[in-house]
Nanobody
Framework: QVQLVESGGGLVQAGGSLRLSCAVS????????MGWYRQAPGKQRELVAR???????NYADSVKGRFTISRDNANNTVYLQMNSLKPEDTAVYYC????????????????WGQGTQVTVSS
């Protein structure tokens, strides 16, 4: 069974930093993309950042220049370094992975982590 385990959330003051980790385990042939969505109360889910197998990254406009996503292919782990945090970054952050389970099978599965709470105080 494919599992995503998230860690690194917590409470931080505005201007501070947090580093989220998402470790993927299970029988996976290849990972095509990984990243985080976030959802705050009363707000729609938002794509925060993603990274492809070729290390191409994408960021939400609201986090560009502050967040950095990276990938450790050897350990199937993705990291989100969050600097200069703002109160509006407060949300539950959900890690996701798009994976191919077997060679020669093109179907791409989408898996989700359980979420980690990030709270930024003023």
């Amino acid at each position: 069974q494919v599992q995503l385990v998230e860690s690194g959330g917590g409470l931080v003051q505005a201007g501070g930093s947090l580093r989220l980790s998402c470790a993927v385990s299970g029988s996976i042939f290849s990972i095509n993309g990984m990243g985080w969505y976030r959802q705050a109360p009363g707000k729609q889910r938002e794509l925060v950042a993603r990274i492809t197998s070729g290390s191409i990254t994408n960021y939400a406009d609201s986090v560009k220049g502050r967040f950095t996503i990276s990938r450790d292919n050897a350990n199937n782990t993705v990291y989100l370094q969050m600097n200069s945090l703002k109160p509006e970054d407060t949300a539950v952050y959900y890690c996701f992975v798009r994976a191919v389970l077997r060679p020669g099978v093109t179907y791409e599965y989408l898996y989700w982590g359980q979420g980690t709470q990030v709270t930024v105080s003023s």
